[in-house]
């Protein structure tokens, strides 16, 4: 392994500056997303990077370890410089860092020291950012001790091993060697900054695969962490569980995060939502170009809601309110937006973007863009299900379902219906046979940033509203109508009244006087020549009634001879010493018919105003046909909806019989004043009110009995679903208890399989030992016995005379023993051996240390 020159480097900073510039970083999870970065970032294009908790020489550590491209000293003191970064866009992943200054801020802002491990397959290096060490040394300015050959750089060295948690180089070496693989890098940093109860910032132990931010007391005395700008909201997992942000700070994650030993479930956001839609930005500062913002439901939980703004594939806001979640009204409940704002520029932590002009009207025009999708989105589900659960409150799975692939890092869409997924996925499951192999590129997204994916339906209709009535909006200088100044009588509706859905209704004026009597008002004669006007006005829309109610001498009223059939609706006049015109809602098609001194006089009128202005009286009668022609097309509406109305108030009559009170035709008549009642038909004014507010607690009483009924049907009708709801529960917990019995089996046998695999590997391990010393024994066999023969003369010689008893039973041993020999190594030919010599004794002596030397071993 090559070596590189040793560099200490020496920067004209103050070192406090070091402490200063990690404030910027107000949130902890900050400045561990920058060291996430310079692992993601493409120089380095680390598949995989780990974060843990450690501890060493009894002081608690953070430890950041990947396997990206590493780095030489050169490299490592550019990133251990300041206002230095020369990151460039490769292989379409694009940087994002700007400033060069993440590592130290960050590195900083967790805690007083750092030392950084890095081997890029020629070189391994080693440098030291220490706080601890500028304040021992009471250095002038910022020093950063970096060794790559210890022989060539002893300062540096004797530095990192003095200030360092590693006296020594085999530690140092230790370290380096925890780099899985050639290339890598591995931070630590210690002397975590802690509160004022000398605890650390993070919490380890309530989740000991999570590091999260502790929770403190509020006002309230309830325990929680908000960050600043939230405190009007529900908190996100987000804002304190670093597993929770790291699965949302990438757009498209390309690197695998594992954070204390488990992976952390990455997700594609603008794929996770429910109802998804596109819509397009088009900002005037962009010369024409056009950015996506997704907007979709919260599947998880729909009180974190709000745009998440991102810059360069990293996450910069999350669920940033506008529109019309900034007002306490529930709208835009759970609706999440997605936004990449590379034309915005963020602030030095990556938290947020800098105020501008640019900033402003991006949030803007995200707020009328969300206001659109919410109320589309509402009168879609109102449409569909009138009386089910707001939109917000469905429950909702994903429109899609994405996974990511552990070997290659592609995201692969799946079908509908897989929800269980393993630890580990591979192309190789992938149920698509075109995208079953890691070298298939990933499946291109839907590119079209032209068109949004939705029709505003509900924005078009409300154009369509605004442009009609300021079509029908008339000019307020015009004469005013003779029957402006005529006094309408006080009136109730007739008939019954049914709450429509979707809280929509009409906003009804009828000014008809109820007389509630057995025997009605006496009708004036057909002959007697009493002038009866009537106005007619279709009552529909509150606007529409302004429009044909105006004063500009249009010929809205009528005067109508009835005829001898008619029924009139009457009212006593007895006070008012004038003509009073009775207003009269029709709901049915009536001919106007006008007088011809009225008409003659409206003439008059009109010819006047043309002389004056003869372009506002065309314009008058253009506005006059619209008014017809819409007059024409809220009649045929009235009919439908009157259909509908009698539909309603048959089915309310015959659940209602035994309460309900048939009237008499309730009828009003208008007289002229000079014309005399016979007095024994007069109604006092107190009989009137006292029938009218009979009449108003009978209506009152009748809508009670129907929302009673409403709310006992809608009562039945919940409980069957509930019932149905807890059934499919219930089989479902069933269904996934088998399943992790099942996992549980699996996972044993598994390991049972493992067990005797090791086991077997053992004993053909030692299989291969026997055969081995089987050999070296057969091999040993010839040379012994040779050995015998040669040395028998001289045994024979040197040999003790034993007696002829003794001899015997030696030689009868001998035999035995050779016997038992023979079943130990079959080619021992017994007929050879000689049993008056030691041949059998010196064979016995070299078996016993074979089999000595192999249970020793």
């Known amino acids: 392994m090559q070596t590189n020159v040793i560099v200490c480097g020496l920067f004209q900073l103050c070192p406090k500056f070091l402490h200063t510039n990690s404030t910027s970083h107000t949130w902890p999870f900050s400045a561990i997303a920058e060291l996430i970065d310079n692992a993601y970032d493409p120089d380095v294009s680390a598949k995989q990077i780990w974060i843990d908790k450690t501890v060493i020489n009894d002081t608690i550590c953070l430890t950041f370890t990947d396997n990206g491209n590493g780095m030489n000293s050169e490299k490592l003191h550019k990133m251990l410089s300041f206002g230095f970064s020369e990151k460039s866009v490769m292989n379409g992943r694009v940087p994002v860092g700007l400033y060069g200054n993440g590592f130290k801020s960050g590195s900083m802002r967790l805690g007083k020291d750092a030392i950084v491990f890095t081997k890029n397959g020629e070189t391994m290096s080693v440098g030291l950012l220490s706080q601890t060490f500028l304040e021992v040394t009471k250095a002038e300015h910022v020093m950063?001790?970096?060794?790559?050959?210890?022989?060539?750089?002893?300062?540096?060295?004797?530095?990192?091993?003095?200030?360092?948690?590693?006296?020594?180089?085999?530690?140092?070496?230790?370290?380096?060697?925890?780099?899985?693989?050639?290339?890598?890098?591995?931070?630590?940093?210690?002397?975590?900054?802690?509160?004022?109860?000398?605890?650390?910032?993070?919490?380890?132990?309530?989740?000991?695969?999570?590091?999260?931010?502790?929770?403190?007391?509020?006002?309230?005395?309830?325990?929680?962490?908000?960050?600043?700008?939230?405190?009007?909201?529900i908190v996100p997992e987000s804002d304190y569980s670093l597993r929770a942000y790291c699965s949302i700070l990438y757009l498209k994650p390309a690197t695998q995060i594992i954070l204390r030993g488990q992976k952390v479930k990455t997700q594609l956001v603008s794929k996770s939502l429910a109802f998804i839609e596109s819509d397009i930005y088009r900002p005037k500062f962009l010369n024409g170009k056009m950015v996506r913002i997704t907007f979709g439901f919260n599947c998880r939980n729909k009180d974190h809601y709000g745009i998440m703004m991102y810059h360069k594939n990293r996450l910069i806001k999350a669920y940033e309110r506008v529109g019309c979640q900034l007002k306490a009204n529930n709208m835009g409940v759970g609706v999440v937006g997605i936004i990449e704002c590379n034309f915005l520029k963020p602030t030095h932590n990556k938290q947020d973007f800098d105020y501008t002009n640019e900033y402003r009207l991006t949030i803007a025009a995200l707020g009328e863009k969300l206001n659109d999708y919410w109320n589309e989105m509402k009168t879609k589900a109102n449409g569909e299900y009138p009386l089910a659960l707001p939109v917000e409150e469905i429950q909702k799975q994903p429109d899609q379902t994405w996974v990511q692939c552990d070997s290659c890092l592609k995201w692969r869409k799946l079908p509908d219906g897989i929800e269980h997924l393993p630890e580990k996925w591979f192309c190789s499951l992938n149920p698509d046979p075109q995208f079953r192999?890691?070298?298939?590129?990933?499946?291109?997204?839907?590119?079209?940033?032209i068109h949004p994916t939705y029709e505003k339906t509900y924005k078009k209709k409300e154009i369509t509203r605004g442009e009609n009535t300021t079509a029908h909006q008339l000019p307020t200088d015009t004469q005013p109508n003779p029957s402006s100044n005529l006094t309408p009588a006080c009136v109730t509706p007739v008939s019954l009244k049914t709450p429509r859905l979707n809280d929509k209704t009409f906003n009804n004026h009828d000014d008809d006087v109820i007389i509630l009597e057995e025997s009605s008002t006496p009708k004036p004669s057909a002959d007697s020549d009493i002038p009866v006007v009537k106005t007619e006005c279709i009552n529909l829309d509150q606007e529409v009634k302004q429009k044909e109610n105006c004063d500009i001498g249009e010929p809205c009223s009528a005067s109508t001879s009835?005829?001898?059939?008619?029924?009139?609706?009457?009212?006593?006049?007895?006070?008012?010493?004038?003509?009073?015109?009775?207003?009269?809602?029709?709901?049915?098609?009536?001919?106007?018919?006008?007088?011809?001194a009225e008409v003659e006089t409206k003439e008059h009128k009109v010819n006047a105003v043309s002389e004056t202005s003869v372009g506002l009286g065309n314009e008058l009668k253009n506005q006059l046909q619209l008014l017809s022609k819409e007059k024409e097309m809220y009649q045929n509406k009235c009919e439908v909806l009157t259909k509908q109305v009698e539909t309603l108030e048959q089915r309310i009559f015959e659940l209602n019989n035994k309460y309900v009170k048939k009237e008499m035709c309730h009828q009003s008549t208008e007289t002229v004043p000079s014309f005399?009642?016979?007095?024994?038909?007069?109604?006092?004014?107190?009989?009137?009110?006292?029938?009218?507010?009979?009449?108003?607690?009978?209506?009152?009483?009748?809508?009670?009995?129907?929302?009673?009924?409403?709310?006992?049907?809608?009562?039945?009708?919940?409980?069957?679903?509930?019932?149905?709801?807890?059934?499919?529960?219930?089989?479902?917990?069933?269904?996934?208890?088998?399943?992790?019995?099942?996992?549980?089996?699996?996972?044993?046998?598994?390991?049972?399989?493992?067990?005797?695999?090791?086991?077997?590997?053992?004993?053909?391990?030692?299989?291969?030992?026997?055969?081995?010393?089987?050999?070296?024994?057969?091999?040993?066999?010839?040379?012994?016995?040779?050995?015998?023969?040669?040395?028998?003369?001289?045994?024979?010689e040197d040999s003790v005379n034993f007696s002829d008893g003794e001899s015997l039973k030696l030689r009868s041993l001998r035999v035995n023993v050779g016997q038992l020999l023979a079943t130990i190594m079959p080619d021992l030919d017994l007929q050879q051996v000689n049993y008056d010599i030691d041949v059998v004794d010196e064979i016995l002596g070299q078996v016993v240390e074979q089999m000595h030397e192999i249970s020793s071993t």
């Not at 060794?147 to 230790?174: G, V």
């Not at 975590?192 to 999260?212: A, P, S």
């Not at 890691?438 to 940033?449: A, I, K, Q, S």
């Open 676 to 796: 005399k009642e016979e007095s024994g038909c007069e109604r006092s004014l107190s009989e009137v009110t006292i029938r009218y507010e009979q009449a108003l607690e009978e209506i009152a009483k009748l809508k009670e009995q129907c929302s009673t009924l409403q709310n006992l049907k809608t009562g039945c009708s919940d409980s069957e679903n509930r019932s149905e709801v807890d059934e499919i529960a219930v089989q479902l917990d069933d269904v996934f208890r088998q399943l992790d019995k099942c996992s549980i089996e699996r996972d044993r046998y598994k390991s049972e399989v493992e067990l005797l695999e090791v086991e077997k590997n053992q004993f053909a391990c030692q299989c291969e030992e026997l055969k081995a010393e089987i050999a070296q024994l057969k091999a040993s066999i010839p040379q012994a016995v040779a050995r015998a023969n040669d040395s028998t003369t001289s045994n024979v």
């Open 437 to 449: 192999n890691c070298n298939v590129p990933e499946e291109p997204e839907d590119d079209d940033l």
């Open 562 to 596: 009835e005829s001898k059939g008619e029924q009139l609706t009457s009212s006593t006049q007895t006070e008012l010493p004038k003509l009073v015109v009775k207003k009269e809602e029709v709901e049915d098609d009536i001919a106007i018919q006008v007088p011809n």
């Open 144 to 233: 950063v001790p970096i060794i790559s050959d210890p022989a060539e750089s002893k300062s540096s060295l004797k530095a990192i091993l003095t200030y360092s948690l590693f006296s020594t180089e085999e530690k140092l070496l230790a370290e380096l060697d925890a780099i899985i693989g050639k290339k890598g890098t591995r931070i630590i940093i210690w002397n975590l900054r802690r509160d004022k109860n000398e605890k650390t910032e993070f919490d380890f132990d309530k989740d000991k695969y999570d590091i999260r931010i502790p929770e403190d007391l509020d006002e309230t005395g309830k325990r929680g962490y908000k960050k600043q700008e939230r405190l009007d909201q």
